[in-house]
DNA sequence: AAATTAAGTTACATAAAGTAAGTTTATGGG
DNA sequence: CCCATAAACTTACTTTATGTAACTTAATTT
């Protein structure tokens, strides 16, 4: 008998998001535009592995990167509206957590 | 100046759910109590990562463990009640997916 | 006694993430 | 002109996580 099977959308996001890092970026990028050493050292990711994300997530068309030619050159990133239709998912985990993880000694 | 900072127990659930795997285990049994086997050939996971998860994932308790004395023995998953809550979530990134990933072809 | 079955475990291989030093590009100072 | 500075990466290398496939355990059934 064959087994049932998971749909390939779901199983896409889930990959996205199943990644180290990939929604702790969103979750900063919810703020608002921030700028690659922001980012790195708000969530103190290395800077290969943010470089990575920020890749991934743009070709994934959820993080928009804009050049802006000062000296030294600033990059900024921010969320495009693929991005920002994440943060249900992004506030249901906030809540979920808010709810289960009551003191910081549960929080290892 | 400081770095604004993460709320520790958002960074707990992130680094619960970021692990491969998990959300899709907690997605199967959202259906109903499930079988080692059968979440692992649902899935498609490694009966070594699967271990990992669910021992991961009762320690947290957001899973419960309960062994059926046949023969063979059987060991049947659920999620406990602060599983359950994670319904919304899961839900959400299934809907996300369902909105922004139209076409098979977009998924690779 | 040998075979069967579910739920793992183990040993080993590959992939992903962490670390720290180095690169690039554009100025501004000496 | 040459050196220093600063932001955003990149590279080489180490450590950790995940994948693979064979093996183990325990209770039957043949």
Known sequence: MSQPTICPKFEKAISILSQKWTALVIYQLLLGTQRFSEIQSTIGISGKVLADRLKDLENQEIVKREV??????IIEYSLTEKGKTMEP????????SQLWFEEDTDVQ
Chains 1, 2 share one sequence.
């Open 68 to 73: 802006i030619p000062e000296t030294p050159v």
């Open 89 to 96: 998912i992004i506030r249901d985990i906030e809540k979920w």
